[in-house]
């Protein structure tokens, strides 16, 4: 600090919240008796704000959001091969297969598009490296666990009260298109239902009509969109996501 | 979920919420949208390949912002750029000037933000950068440091000589009346 006023440094690190500790004391001292200097930092804290809105200037079209996604969601090399799938999953494994094929391995690399990013996370779940953060058909465990992890809170119906034959068995918490989304996964029969609860709407940017033998199903409820991937028929996965829909 | 899941998994929580940032910081080092997106896949790439040596508890976002600065710099948009000499880290050659602004009426002049973002690109890209990390990602002064590898003097002396820019640059932009 000179012996008039605050030096441009000094300035900056009060509004920056980085005065040194011997500053700590005299600089506020200072400011309460220098009009110009306190003036000074006001407009440099109005000059920190401004460039901030001004600075956020670039953002990523949705494709290239999901394809940046894709790339943080690789496992590391030694993970990026075949992953261990259950053999009662057989079904699941062909439709991999066929996937494979399809795509040219595209799920173990980038998805280009955010309907092959959820269904990328639907056959994730699939595998027994991948078991879910929460292990439970309890919706009193399920939902308080996504407590403080979530932008937004969601209901889960009783067992009871979710179609014949289906049970919840988990949730995780996952990212879709950049954004914290919850994760529900359930058993329908003998097939796998993966279901994510967002506040975005990701619908027209997913191709609804399904691939490769797998369906979506999309509901809008409580604010919330609710979209259902998995390759049971579409009936009973439609009839899922009403279930989970109407209790929002 | 086995270790290399968890650490997989750990990553994705860390890492995704700031693709947006990463990008936008990408794109004002590139300066071009193609390039952006390159830059952020690969030190998505090489920030997971090197997870292990991240430090929990340490800043993740100071950390991958030098992993993105780091690749920025090998690219070639930098590489062109890599003579540069800034005289703003040798105090002694050149001392920070006034800008002839009156406090009030650099207020009135930052509602214009579309001017202050015009402005910005007129920075020299190493007092951007630093007033990027500083002012819109938040990171503390000694993070500053780690991502440009300077001292913490010259973070203070490059953000000073960067906000005296901008009122500068602004006030060339009002004509002169402020």
Same mark, same amino acid.
């Given at each position: ?151 937004? /809170? ?39 239902? /993966? ?16 691939? /490769? ?16 991937? /998995? ?18 | ?178």
């Amino acid at each position: 600090m000179s012996a008039d006023h605050l030096l441009p440094e000094t300035i900056g690190a009060v509004v920056d919240g980085e005065l040194s500790r011997e500053d700590e004391v005299a600089v506020p001292a200072h400011l309460n008796e220098c009009h110009a200097c306190a003036l000074k930092v006001i407009a440099a804290g109005q000059l920190k704000s401004a460039t901030s809105r001004a600075a956020r200037s670039f953002a990523p079209s949705q494709e290239v959001l999901a394809r940046l996604t894709a790339v943080a969601r690789q496992a590391p090399p030694r993970r990026a091969t075949v992953v261990p799938i259950r053999t009662i999953k057989w079904t699941a494994a062909a439709a991999m297969f066929v996937l494979a094929i399809a795509f040219g391995g595209r799920m173990l690399r980038q998805s280009e598009t955010l309907s092959a990013e959820i269904l990328d996370e639907h056959l994730a779940t699939l595998s027994d490296a991948a078991s879910p953060e929460v292990l439970s058909s309890d919706r009193h465990t399920v939902k308080p666990w996504f407590q403080g992890k979530l932008p937004f /809170s969601f209901n889960i119906p009783e067992q009871s009260a979710l179609p014949a034959d289906t049970a919840l068995i988990g949730a995780d918490l996952t990212y879709v298109n950049g954004k914290p989304t919850a994760l529900l996964l359930f058993t329908i029969h003998k097939h796998h239902a /993966s279901v994510f609860v967002s506040q975005q709407q990701v619908s027209e940017f997913v191709h609804m009509s399904g691939r /490769s033998g797998f369906h979506f199903s999309l509901g809008r409820g409580g604010g919330l969109e609710l979209l259902g991937v /998995s390759d049971v028929n579409s009936a009973e996965l439609d009839a899922l996501i009403a279930n989970l829909t109407a209790a929002q | 979920m086995g270790s290399h899941a968890r650490e997989a998994k750990e990553f994705q929580e860390l890492a995704v919420p700031l693709l947006t940032s990463l990008y936008n910081h990408a794109q004002w080092l590139a300066r071009d949208p193609v390039e952006a997106e390159d830059l952020v896949q690969e030190t998505l790439t090489k920030a997971l390949r090197a997870f292990n040596s991240f430090e929990p508890g340490t800043n993740f976002k100071a950390w991958i912002f030098r992993i993105l600065r780091n690749t920025f710099l090998t690219s070639r948009t930098a590489i062109a750029n890599a003579r540069t000499v800034y005289l703003e880290d040798h105090p002694d050659v050149l001392e920070v000037a006034e800008s002839g602004l009156t406090p009030e009426a650099e207020v009135i002049k930052l509602n214009d933000l579309a001017a202050l973002r015009t402005a910005l690109e007129q920075l020299a890209p190493h007092l951007r950068e630093v007033i990027l990390l500083c002012d819109l990602e938040e990171l503390k002064y000694r993070e500053i440091a780690a991502v440009l590898d300077v001292p913490i003097g010259t973070v203070m002396s490059r953000l000073a000589r960067a906000r005296q820019n901008l009122r500068q640059i602004l006030k060339s932009k009002s004509g002169g009346s402020l």
